[in-house]
T-cell receptor, first 116, second 117 residues
Framework: GAVVSQHPSWVICKSGTSVKIECRSL??????MFWYRQFPKQSLMLMAT?????????EQGVEKDKFLINHASLTLSTLTVTSAHPEDSSFYIC????????????FGPGTRLTVT | AQKVTQAQTEISVVEKEDVTLDCVYE???????LFWYKQPPSGELVFLIR??????QNEISGRYSWNFQKSTSSFNFTITASQVVDSAVYFC??????????????FGIGTKLQVIP
């Protein structure tokens, strides 16, 4: 149980374009979803937390207008990187939890974004 | 504030050697959870173990064992008889609660383990 998927697993886009990453909880209802970014040889850094039907809460230093998060259902959250630039190239990982206070997050396999 | 420290950034061992990965954490909460994850080159996080703050019982699972000591705020992970397939980055993580009752996971910087055949 507690399976989270991400799509696509990797994507290459041109500078200035937007790209959408999907995160789905496959076998449970995810009231809360999280988005992380991981640069090479670094740790996971939380970008934002979203609760279903509510606006996402962004961590300090994360541009909310650049990283649009939509959590419209209990099984799907999307992260849209708008006007992507090469510095946005990174590994994006989502996680999901049944509630905001649940003690564990279930992680997706990640999406590798390369902006050329 | 929550903090997870993995002092070892890279470790190399020869196959069949035992290796211990260190993790020290900081939290103000009395209820919290600790995790170890493995991240192979593919990138996907692989869950290894979870421990809550009230369960200090150490565990052995196959070649893996864990040592949780609240008195020193440490949660160390040992691989016995290491194998090449154990080569990966290992993350220690702390799950606790910040204001508003929301759970937050804080990751350590990760320890890259290389097992040399």
């Amino acid at each position: 149980g507690a399976v989270v998927s991400q799509h696509p697993s990797w994507v290459i886009c041109k500078s200035g374009t937007s790209v959408k990453i999907e995160c789905r909880s496959l076998d449970f209802q995810a009231t809360t979803m999280f988005w992380y970014r991981q640069f090479p040889k670094q740790s996971l850094m939380l970008m934002a937390t979203s609760n279903e039907g509510s606006k996402a809460t962004y961590e300090q230093g994360v541009e909310k207008d650049k990283f649009l998060i939509n959590h419209a259902s209990l099984t799907l959250s999307t992260l849209t990187v708008t006007s992507a630039h090469p510095e946005d190239s990174s590994f994006y990982i989502c996680s999901a939890a049944p509630s905001p206070a649940y003690y564990e997050q279930y992680f997706g396999p990640g999406t590798r974004l390369t902006v050329t | 504030a929550q903090k997870v420290t993995q002092a070892q950034t890279e470790i190399s061992v020869v196959e069949k050697e035992d290796v211990t990965l260190d993790c020290v954490y900081e939290t103000r909460d009395t209820t919290y959870y600790l995790f170890w994850y493995k991240q192979p080159p593919s990138g996907e996080l692989v869950f290894l173990i979870r421990r809550n703050s009230f369960d200090e019982q150490n565990e052995i699972s196959g070649r893996y064992s864990w040592n949780f000591q609240k008195s020193t705020s440490s949660f160390n992970f040992t691989i016995t008889a290491s194998q090449v397939v154990d080569s990966a980055v290992y993350f220690c993580a702390l799950s606790d609660y910040y204001s508003g009752g929301y759970q937050k996971v804080t990751f350590g910087i990760g320890t890259k383990l290389q097992v040399i055949p």
